[in-house]
Every structure is written in C-alpha cells, then in structure tokens.
C-alpha cells in the first residue's frame, strides 16, 4: 500500500545552518506531495506543495522538489531560525483517492539561538 | 484557504464522561474529515463526514464510541464517548482545498486529556 517514510528526529540545528528533512514515498502513479507544520500547541498548516514531477514547492525560505526518480520530496531551508522549531509532516495523495492523505510519521526540529 | 475553528481549545474530562467537539468553516464544504493525533505521534484519520449522510468510518473506529453529526454544509461534531485515557490526544477537523493537489486545511485542534 501507499506509504511516507520521513527521517526520525529529533533534528537539532544551531541558527543559521542548513536544514534538510528526508522524505520518501511508495505510491503508485503520480501522487501529489505535501509538507505540514505543526507549531507548539498549534493544529497543522500546510506548508507548501507539488503535484507533478519535477515541481518546486516553496513557502516562508523552504523548499522541496517532487523527485519521481527517487520518490522523494525533501525539505530543505538554507538558513533555518529558531522560530522554525516545529514538527514537520511529510503527507502525499493519491489522483485517483477521493480524500485520503497519507501522512509520514512527523519529524520534530529544535533550533537552538 | 477556508478558515477553520473548533471548539473547545482544550478540555479535561473525566473517565467515563463524554466530550462533543465543534468545528466550524467559513465556506461551505462538501467533507469534513475527523483526525486523531496521539501525543508524538502522526495524524490518524477517524472518519470523514458528508452532509445528509452517515459519517464514514476508518478501520479501529466505530460510530458508538465517535459519534459524529454534519447538519448542515459548514459545521460537524465528533463526541467521543465513554472516555478513558487512552482518548487523551488532539482532535483536529479538516476540510478538503478545491486547489489543484486536494490538500486539507485544519483547524488549531482540540486538546483533550482524561483522567
């Protein structure tokens, strides 16, 4: 079946250094690929999206790029702030699924000043 | 984007008690989806709610223990029922984007823990 594997976390960064969260998926056809955030005590914003291969989505310095070769979308932020400390949650869906995301387990980030 | 807010923020309940959460949107919507999220964990969907007709249920979920209501094209509630501590997670509610890639908004979620 369909599925997300994101790196495990904790992933802890200093300010300023480069970050980038692993995502890979399994899922037949061409999916659309998501990145959530989930701030401390907070519900999830989407953070940026890509449909089709080879598509950038970017949002607030991040970016990822749907890599079908690789079935990865990873997470990249050339300069990550503390005020990005957050869970980040890697999601596809399906074309042909009426609603369902598929989420990956959610990697928490800690930027520390 | 649709708006989305939910009600209450949090609660503490007591076991065996039960809980009815609201959740409101600001545009109507055709489904309306019920998540669970244990704490450190990721996103569990519960059910998924269309208007005028029975909420449809995700495998390990029944409606006796989440009942759910969709009155009209812009509300829900999910009540949990017979609580216990095992219930103690954040409920979020969400609606499906009409954007191309079909993401899902979310509301800012209920916090609930039982004791």
């Known amino acids: 079946g369909d599925s997300v594997t994101q790196m495990e976390g904790p992933v802890t960064l200093s300010e300023e250094a480069f970050l980038t969260i692993n995502c890979t998926y399994t899922?037949?056809?061409?999916?659309?690929l998501f990145w959530y955030v989930q701030y401390p005590g907070e519900g999830l914003q989407l953070l940026l999206k890509?449909?089709?291969a080879d598509d950038k989505g970017s949002n607030k310095g991040f970016e990822a790029t749907y890599r079908k070769e690789t079935t990865s979308f990873h997470l990249e932020k050339g300069s990550v702030q503390v005020s990005d400390s957050a869970v980040y949650f890697c999601a596809l869906k399906r074309r042909d699924s009426n609603y369902q995301l598929i989420w990956g387990a959610g990697t928490k980030l800690i930027i520390k000043p | 984007s649709a708006v989305i807010s939910q009600k209450p923020s949090r609660d503490i309940c007591q076991r065996g008690t039960s809980l009815t959460i609201q959740c409101q949107v600001d545009s109507q919507v055709t489904m309306m989806f019920w998540y669970r999220q244990q704490p450190g964990q990721s996103l569990t969907l519960i059910a998924t709610?269309?208007?005028?007709?029975?909420?449809?249920?995700e495998s390990g979920f029944v409606i006796d223990k989440f009942p759910i209501s969709r009155p009209n094209l812009t509300f829900s509630t999910l009540t949990v029922s017979n609580m216990s501590p095992e219930d103690s997670s954040i409920y979020l509610c969400?609606?499906?984007?009409?954007?191309?890639?079909?993401?899902?908004?979310f509301g800012p979620g209920t916090r609930l823990t039982v004791t």
């Open positions: 890509a449909t089709k």
């Open positions: 709610a269309n208007q005028g007709s029975e909420a449809t249920y």
């Open positions: 899922a037949t056809g061409y999916p659309s």
């Open positions: 969400s609606v499906e984007s009409l954007a191309e890639g079909g993401e899902q908004y």
